[in-house]
């Protein structure tokens, strides 16, 4: 399954706002999009795509363009892990933030602008209701409808991420 959160320039300070940083103890899925999840009285938005019963477990995540832009932040990586992202497929990935996800077990995804937008309109027609497979093995990205998308990610971070 994959949610789609098809925003562009989605920044490291959106994906793990400051004050998360300042508390050792903070839940870092808590404050995962913490701002757009939730409003500024604390109360969770349920119409995000995130807070939708469908998509509360989704293990993938097809993002905007430019998503993870902004500072080097690794604790944004380390909020989508403890959210339960494994997997992000976008269009461009920030470069700090892809190197952050591969660093972190996360297997970012950039797909060429096509590719990216027939995944991304797959992700929501499908609405939750279907599985998106992404196999490392063979770096191709697949649904039951018999469509595949091949992806290219470096030997040597295809390695550690399987590994």
């Not at 909020?79 to 892809?98: E, P, Q, S, T, Y």
């Not at 972190?104 to 609405?127: K, M, T």
């Amino acid at each position: 399954m994959a949610a789609p959160l098809l925003m562009d320039d989605v920044d490291t300070d959106q994906i793990i706002p400051s004050p998360y940083l300042k508390d050792m103890n903070a839940d870092m899925a808590q404050g995962f999009l913490a701002y757009m999840r939730r409003t500024p009285e604390g109360e969770v938005k349920q119409d995000f795509v995130l807070e939708r019963p469908a998509f509360k477990a989704a293990p993938i995540l097809v993002v905007g363009r430019n998503f993870g832009c902004g500072s080097s932040r690794e604790h944004a990586v380390w909020a989508l892990r403890a959210f339960g992202i494994r997997c992000v497929i976008g269009v461009a990935l920030a470069d700090f933030f892809r190197e952050n996800c591969i660093n972190n077990a996360v297997l970012p995804i950039s797909l060429h602008e096509p590719a990216w937008r027939e995944v991304a309109d797959w992700a929501v027609a499908a609405d939750g209701g279907a599985p998106l497979r992404v196999d490392l093995a063979t770096c191709t990205i697949e649904v039951d409808a018999g469509r595949r998308w091949s992806f290219e990610i470096a030997d040597h971070a295809r390695t550690r991420l399987m590994e």
